[in-house]
């Protein structure tokens, strides 16, 4: 059974800063993509960060682009996000996402696709306070 496990997230101050990490079992994801999406309080679930396999390419949402940066560990089947300069809207569940096919995607556009994804862990929330 393919598990994708997060941790990290909590209550943090407007400016603060928290690491959150995804650990993978079940499988490996070594030369698969995998990254974050998040879904704030009545809003849809939307992309943040992606890492392919391979190229080392990554990919971030406008809003947090210089704030956020996205990193592996492809021995522990891990993906993190380190997340800077939070603010108020950075408030939302986060999500870890992985691909089950190996390779990088077909076309830049897709990393940013919930749909390409396969595989979704449980959540862990992120609340920023102003």
């Known amino acids: 059974q393919v598990q994708l496990v997060e941790s990290g997230g909590g209550l943090v101050h407007v400016g603060g800063s928290l690491r959150l990490s995804c650990e993978a079992a079940g499988r490996t994801f070594r030369r698969s993509t995998m990254g974050w999406f998040r879904q704030g309080p009545g809003k849809e679930r939307e992309f943040v960060s992606a890492a392919a396999w391979g190229s080392g390419n990554t990919y971030y949402a406008d809003s947090v682009k210089g704030r956020f940066a996205i990193s592996r560990d492809f021995a522990k089947n891990a993906v993190y996000l380190q997340m800077n300069n939070l603010k108020p809207e950075d408030t939302a569940v986060y999500y870890c996402?992985?691909?089950?096919?190996?390779?990088?995607?077909?076309?830049?556009?897709?990393?940013?696709?919930?749909?390409?994804?396969?595989?979704w862990g449980q959540g862990t929330q992120v609340t920023v306070s102003s």
């Open positions: 996402a992985a691909d089950a096919d190996e390779g990088v995607l077909y076309s830049p556009d897709a990393y940013y696709r919930s749909s390409e994804y396969d595989y």
